[in-house]
């Protein structure tokens, strides 16, 4: 498989930490439905806001090797309830963005991510200067090497 879902709320960054990593151009665009490309699955936020649609992220699941959790530091509220990464039959880390605001609370991010049932390490990220992508960027060949043997 080699793929990997990226759940979160709404303006968390999923598609922006895609096109970094993909080496794009980063810009903002409004995921409206799951975008599938060659490694990811972008599910659109709301897709986590609205719990009606979690069945669309569990069926998105089977689809991938991994699943990438997003929490924004800026925000004083998580998407996800309790306990919410269980429902996964697949490893799944959290990433936490744009810690380079002066709003961003980290220690908060990750109290939610933890929260979810999430386990550490976390990867704190930033799209300004490119904290944290190192880490996401060898996990990502990691699974490519997987996928191509």
């Not at 269980?86 to 908060?108: R, S």
């Not at 190192?134 to 996990?139: E, F, H, I, Q, S």
Request: proline fraction near 6%.
């Amino acid at each position: 498989m080699g793929k990997i879902l990226l759940i979160g709320g709404i303006g968390v960054g999923k598609t922006s930490l895609k096109q970094m990593l993909m080496n794009e151009h980063v810009s903002y665009r409004k995921t409206q439905v799951l975008d599938f490309s060659q490694l990811f699955i972008d599910c659109p936020g709301e897709y986590l806001e609205i719990p009606r649609f979690y069945h669309v992220l569990i069926d998105a699941s089977h689809q991938v090797s991994e699943i990438w959790a997003l929490q924004d530091a800026t925000k004083q509220r998580t998407f996800y309830p309790p306990k919410f990464a269980k429902v996964f039959n697949k490893p799944i880390i959290g990433i936490i963005t744009k810690v380079d605001l002066a709003q961003a609370n980290v220690e908060q991010a990750s109290s939610y991510l933890t929260y979810a049932g999430i386990p550490e390490p976390f990867y704190p990220t930033s799209i300004i200067d490119e904290k944290g992508y190192g880490p996401l960027r060898m996990r990502l060949e990691a699974l490519n090497e997987f996928r191509n043997h």
